[in-house]
């Protein structure tokens, strides 16, 4: 059946360079801001307590991935607010001056640790809060009548924050050597105020999806609720056993954040009441049918099952953030020119995904297809993960090599890097826009900060890993393996993301994909 030649070609909706320039400027001040934050801690007068060497590096990497479950965990009130109060474009516009206080703070405090720190937690909370609701604001501005064109702008949308990220991995660095940390971490202020000017001067043309003006009846978390407390006669409630096991297994974690740490403490806390919740109410949702409406009870079940999906993803991000914190310090190392710092080279993973991008979508998905080979976005991603552990069996390597005491070029991290890039782009692009398109309408806010924690447990495992070397037994049983810790952590990672990518193709094979774009 040929297409109707009266009915209009789809166009690309007029404000959607607003929010792409948005985006790309807030990206440039925070990869600013992040990319340097490990080098300057370390050598910095915030860490003079710690004497200097090993400790001070683990301490500034911990510093480093106690902050990213900070901006990855703060999606959660940023999600909850917009669709619950404020709607999308309010809740970014106030979270963004948010964030741009926090910005003006760490270049005010370079010299003073409290200031610095809550320079740190303004800008978690400012990015955090934004972080699940550019995407899906993105994903508001199309219908089903140009859906096709929203694939392409969210490509674009993740080009444009590597565009961001490249200038910031390359400039910042060498403001901070060169003009110290007052002019490195003010530069990504400024970038973030032009950010929030950007998004306020195309106010008027957005499409602004209302928020619930009253409380959902057939909410997720209700519906949730009364699958685990509904009774069926004769039958026992397995579901709300598991949920009360996840519930006092986070007890148990805060009761231990003394020992732990209280980041760990609460992070575990969420991952065991997130699993308990959601198991338990998987096994009785269908008890929640006829007290709610049975979309709503289907939307639950697509959650939870996309939940499963985004769990299987957080050891891909524990690989994938510590190119800002691991492969630094062992860039600092390595033999490379005068004029070069070792956080320069995470400029080569934005470099590569601009130019995979429009590689894989022009080139490399064609070519599959044409050989019988859809790489749906499931299977992108399973490769993803595996690339991630492949990356990083190529820079223990470089570490076994150099603990051998051979020196080594740092120019050699280039592989490693193009096959974390190559991860990160069947990853993370094609995460984002499956996690808009498989969200129910009601649920899009909350789904995306679901992503977005993918991150914070993904740190949170970088942060047990750190925990567990600073014990004497462990250290000890990996001496006895021949390697050193540094190394050891490397094939440990890289065997974590490999077993997690068999384990995401296999559950992958058995989920059905949906279509939840908004109507025309």
């Excluded at 044409?370 to 790489?375: I, V």
């Excluded at 806010?445 to 740190?459: R, Y």
Aim: hydrophobic share 55%.
């Amino acid at each position: 059946m040929q297409a109707n030649p009266t009915q209009p070609a789809a166009k690309m909706p007029r404000q959607i360079p607003y929010i792409i320039g948005n985006e790309g400027c807030e990206r440039f001040s925070f990869y600013g801001m992040r990319n340097i934050l490990v080098q300057f801690l370390i050598t910095s007068i915030l860490l003079q307590h710690i004497a200097a060497g090993p400790e001070r590096e683990l301490a500034a990497k911990d510093l480093m991935h106690t902050f990213m479950i900070g901006v990855y965990f703060f999606p959660l009130l940023g999600g909850y607010l917009a669709d619950r109060f404020f709607g999308k474009y309010n809740t970014i516009l106030w979270f963004s001056l948010i964030y741009c206080a926090g910005q003006f703070s760490l270049a005010a405090f370079v010299d003073n640790q409290l200031g610095f720190f809550i320079g740190l937690g303004l800008i978690a909370l400012g990015s955090g809060g934004i972080k699940p609701l550019v995407a899906s604001f993105v994903g508001d501005q199309f219908t089903q009548s140009n859906k096709h064109l929203a694939k392409i702008v969210f490509d674009g949308f993740y080009w444009i924050i590597n565009f961001g990220s490249l200038f910031a991995s390359l400039l910042m660095p060498l403001f901070l050597k060169n003009y110290g940390p007052q002019v490195a971490f003010g530069i990504p202020g400024v970038l973030m105020l032009i950010a929030t000017i950007v998004l306020w001067l195309g106010r008027r043309q957005y499409v602004m999806v209302p928020p619930a003006d009253t409380a959902d009846p057939d909410s997720f978390f209700r519906v949730v609720r009364t699958a685990l407390l509904a009774q069926r006669a004769g039958e026992g409630r397995p579901g709300l056993i598991v949920a009360i096991v996840g519930a006092l297994a986070a007890l148990a974690a805060i009761l231990y954040a003394g020992k732990l740490g209280v980041v760990i403490a609460i992070c575990l806390a969420l991952v065991a009441l997130l699993a308990g919740v959601g198991g338990g109410a998987s096994l009785q949702l269908e008890r929640a049918r006829g007290l709610h409406a049975d979309a709503a009870v289907d939307g639950v079940r697509s959650v939870l099952r996309i939940l499963i999906i985004f769990a299987l993803v957080t050891p891909f991000f524990s690989l994938f953030d510590q190119k800002a914190s691991t492969w630094v310090i062992q860039g600092n190392a390595m033999t490379k020119p005068e004029w070069f710092v070792s956080s320069q080279m995470q400029a080569l993973n934005p470099l590569l995904v601009m130019i995979l991008i429009p590689f894989n979508n022009l080139v490399l998905y064609p070519a599959l297809r044409r050989y019988g080979m859809e790489p749906t976005a499931l299977r992108r991603m399973t490769a993803g993960i595996a690339f991630s552990g492949l990356a990083w069996i190529a820079i223990g390597t470089l570490q076994v090599i150099m603990d051998g005491g051979s020196p080594m070029s740092i120019v050699w991290q280039v592989l490693p890097y193009a096959l974390l890039t190559f991860g990160e782009v069947l990853v993370s692009a094609t995460g984002l826009e499956f996690a808009y398109s498989q969200a129910p309408a009601a649920m899009k806010g909350v789904v995306m900060s679901f992503w977005n924690l993918t991150t914070t447990i993904g740190n949170l495992w970088v942060l047990l890993a750190n925990f567990a070397v600073r014990n004497q037994a462990v250290t000890d049983s990996i001496s006895s393996t021949g390697f050193s810790v540094t190394a050891f952590q490397m094939f440990f990672f890289a065997a974590f993301a490999l077993i997690a990518a068999l384990i995401f193709g296999l559950y992958a094979r058995n989920y059905r994909e949906v279509d939840n774009y908004r109507a025309a």
